[in-house]
């Protein structure tokens, strides 16, 4: 099982990512509707139990979903059932705004356009690339 959760609030979906690459390179003919379905539930119970976590170690009423994990309907099914449960309010941007990096990426990509900062044809991702 990959590692997906620490000691602290700190999780990670490298190693569930790594896994079910690997698995289905390694099984081509695996059933890749149920490999996802399965990816969707791992996911989504990784965030609430980290956010069951918090809510009970910070007592909080009130949480936000957002980024492109928010547009997810089963996500969002199992958040709404979670705040039920506990009594509280879980706030979720307009779908349009829910569209991960890109409206970052742009938008960060407009200020440097209107600094006249442009780039050749020969540029390079760098994914750990600082904003300034």
Do not use: Q, W
């Not at 000691?7 to 509707?33: C, M, Y």
């Not at 928010?70 to 705004?97: H, T, W």
């Amino acid at each position: 099982m990959p590692v997906t959760h620490f000691d602290n609030l700190d999780f990670s979906f490298s190693g569930i990512k790594t896994a079910v690459i690997n698995l289905n390179h390694k099984d081509p003919n695996i059933n890749k509707a149920d490999l996802c379905r399965s990816f969707e539930k791992a996911v989504t119970d990784m965030l609430l139990n980290n956010v069951k976590k918090a809510v009970d170690e910070f007592h909080v009423n009130e949480i936000a979903l957002a980024g492109g994990v928010s547009r997810n309907s089963y996500i969002r099914a199992a958040f709404d059932k979670f705040s039920s449960e506990k009594n509280i309010k879980v706030y979720y941007p307009e779908g349009i705004l829910c569209t991960d990096n890109a409206a970052m990426i742009a938008s960060s990509g407009y200020y440097e356009y209107l600094k006249e900062n442009f780039a050749d044809l020969n540029l390079n991702a760098v994914p750990n690339l600082k904003l300034s």
